[in-house]
Nanobody
Framework: QVQLVESGGGLVQAGGSLRLSCAAS????????IGWFRQVPGKEREFVASVSYKGDNIDVADSGKGRFTISREDAANRVALQMNDLKPEDTAVYYC????????????????WGPGTQVTVSS
């Protein structure tokens, strides 16, 4: 069982930056891919970015390309999502999720989820 906790959300003005962190309880964290997803009320959860268990395969959704960076900090059992040039449409609850091996953009392929952290971008 992997327990995940997100942190780093908050209120920021458009054009600003936030760094989200996904901390894991599991000692075998380095065998898991981590994905970031986001969700707004009334809409489906959508893929943001993922990183493979080795950190050598990274995928970022088109909405975040050039603005969002995902990185692993295995020594700290943590994955970061650096978000720059934030836009009001980035407002959502952001979730991290874990699955063994390789990342995926599909919600249903992840085994473990954190409770989420709210990101609000004001215009």
């Amino acid at each position: 069982q992997v327990q995940l906790v997100e942190s780093g959300g908050g209120l920021v003005q458009a054009g600003g930056s936030l760094r989200l962190s996904c901390a894991a309880s599991e000692g075998t964290f380095s065998t898991y891919a981590i994905g970031w997803f986001r969700q707004v009320p009334g809409k489906e959860r959508e893929f943001v970015a993922s990183v493979s268990y080795k950190g050598d395969n990274i995928d970022v959704a088109d909405s975040g390309k050039g603005r969002f960076t995902i990185s692993r900090e295995d020594a700290a059992n943590r994955v970061a999502l650096q978000m720059n040039d934030l836009k009001p449409e980035d407002t959502a609850v952001y979730y991290c999720a874990a699955r063994p091996g390789w990342g995926s953009p599909y919600v249903g392929l992840y085994d473990y989820w954190g409770p989420g952290t709210q990101v609000t971008v004001s215009s």
